[in-house]
């Protein structure tokens, strides 16, 4: 007997069998994956943080390396006060959209070789497509950046992308983030008319990328109010 | 030449998904400021042209034509969530550097474009040939035009497991070269898509239309 393909019938069929068959194989694909993907996360943001304080590291001894030199991780909230919870764990994209006394704001304290004790904070934000995010490394009078880093998710590549280059990250290192008793963390400058602005403020300026302005103003928004600004009373508290 | 081979090596010149059947061009626009996104790109839409082609080819006796788009659009999303996943588990900094490009996959019109030419009344092998081809002529279009872009926008070539080569010295800069700017703007894609058009029908009179 030969089926008639256009019948109502049949094409009703059809779908609903096209469509159990591909979300079983989509489920079924995503559930045994999930253990790995979930792994490349995590190894990822250690390789990030090692990375803000100078220690380059691989896929397979970031877990060691990180054990190592990471000695002490804490939650603290807007006030600076030290509270309960998992600053590994924390997942900074829902505390970045809560309300500010809610926020759950993770620091990782680094000891490096030579006895230099570092604090790293991480650092969320928005570019022009998506989610950008960071980790700058501070030096122990909790002001001058040791180092930093940034990624993004899918900006413009070889414009807002460059953000996670060593030419654009290397001049955070040095800048402070108070300028006597006020916070003013780090502005970002174009070149042209931006250039004297930026030669100008050595110590709290950075070069932001041509034809990467929106993702560069993300990223100065990200060290100002949209992020760091929550650390404020943490570090206040502590600078030296 | 054999009726196979021609399906492979068609797509390349006079039956090219780009500059001929004009197919793909929002691609060529989005990826192609620099050289390695674009060949990474390129080998992944000619994997998934060429699976989904063998696909539909197969099913093609059975598929209801009334929702024939909607069953095409299923197996090739379908097919894009897998080699998304596949990446993110096994390889990650690939996956990083495609970021959303792995997803407009699905939206790339050369993929619908043969599954509705070709696959739907071609036999499977024929069209694994034609997806390949097809992969073949976008990947020869893209990585021209992220090459002159990346050159003349960055003075440089980033080439998957190489790096950034440096291709233009220092000295040129120093005696005041300046990298063009505008050749990683959007506009300038096309400008170069259409260099390729034109130079291609000079070459091959008979893709001329008449007027």
């Known amino acids: ?240 | 030449m054999s009726k196979n081979s021609k399906l492979l090596t068609g797509p390349i010149n006079l039956n090219n998904p780009i500059t001929v059947q004009v197919l793909g061009i929002c691609s060529a626009l989005a990826v192609t400021v620099k050289l390695e996104p674009a060949i990474v790109m390129s080998i992944s839409v000619t994997a998934v042209l060429a699976l989904a082609n063998v696909i539909v080819s197969l099913l093609r006796n059975t598929i209801p034509s009334r929702i024939r788009i909607i069953v095409q659009l299923v197996i090739v999303a379908a097919l894009v969530i897998l080699v998304d996943q596949i990446l993110k588990a096994y390889l990650y900094d690939v996956s990083k550097q495609l970021s959303v490009f792995v997803g407009l996959i699905i939206t790339n019109c050369i993929i619908m474009g043969r599954l509705e030419a070709f696959a739907l009344g071609n036999k499977p092998y024929e069209s694994f040939l034609d997806g390949i081809g097809n992969g073949a002529g976008y990947a020869m279009i893209l990585i021209i035009i992220s090459a002159v872009r990346e050159l003349l926008g960055a003075g440089t070539l980033t080439l998957p497991g190489l790096g950034e080569l440096r291709i233009i010295p220092q000295s040129f800069y120093d005696f005041g070269y300046q990298n063009n700017g505008l050749m990683i703007l959007p506009p300038m894609a096309l400008i170069v898509v259409g260099i390729i058009i034109w130079v291609q029908r000079l070459k091959t009179r008979e893709l001329i239309e008449e007027a």
């Open chain 1, 1 to 240: 007997m030969k089926i008639d393909t256009n019948s109502n019938i049949y094409t009703f069929i059809y779908a609903s069998v096209m469509v159990i068959l591909v979300a079983a194989v989509l489920a079924f694909t995503a559930i045994k994956l999930q253990p790995l993907q979930e792994k490349n996360i995590r190894v990822e943001k250690m390789q990030n943080i090692l990375q803000s304080v100078g220690i380059e590291s691989t896929v397979e001894n970031a877990e060691t390396l990180y054990n190592k030199y990471i000695t002490k991780q804490i939650v603290v909230n807007y006030k600076g006060e030290e509270i309960e919870g998992d600053a590994f764990k924390t997942n900074l994209s829902a505390q970045y959209k809560a309300k500010k006394e809610d926020k759950v704001l993770p620091v990782f304290f680094v000891k490096l070789d030579d006895g230099k004790e570092l604090e790293v904070i991480p650092l969320t934000g928005k570019g022009l497509w998506g989610p950008i995010w960071g980790y700058v490394a501070l030096e122990n009078d909790f002001n001058t950046i040791y180092g930093a880093v940034f990624d993004h998710k899918g900006e413009t590549p070889g414009l807002g992308a460059e953000i996670n280059k060593s030419w654009f990250e290397e001049p955070f290192k040095g800048k402070t983030l108070f300028e006597g008793d006020d916070f003013v963390s780090i502005t970002m400058y174009k070149g042209g008319k931006g250039a004297a602005k930026l030669a100008g403020d050595t110590k709290h300026g950075c070069d932001a990328i041509s034809g990467g302005t929106i993702t560069s103003k993300g990223l100065e928004r990200m060290f100002k109010e949209e992020w760091l600004y929550n650390y404020e009373a943490f570090l206040r508290k502590n600078k030296k």
